[in-house]
């Protein structure tokens, strides 16, 4: 698919916001410790020309092979990985909100 990947060591982290935050809504996530294993993660977005090369089409409105895919969801990002592990017969799987 032409992805370039970066190692993200295993580590911890402050995660949330503090109470004493200007302008935090109550419903923010309170700070606590994250940790997070060690995973890879694409360098950039995906690429409109990946997301053709997987998916066949190409939902974006700013067109350009090297642009990053827009108007997608949560859902059809799913269904890129999903259709990528078959295609590549590896294990790919979106970031989590820590990662």
Sequence with gaps: MGMKFLYIPAGTFTMGSPDTEKGRQQFAEKQHTAKVKAFWLAETE????????????????????DRPVEKV???????????????SKMLFQLPSEAE
């Design 73 to 87: 969801n949560w859902h059809d990002a799913h269904e890129f990985v999903r259709q990528l592990n078959d295609i």
């Design 46 to 65: 995906v690429t409109q020309a990946q997301w053709k090369k997987v998916m066949n089409t190409n939902p974006s409105h700013f067109k350009g092979k």
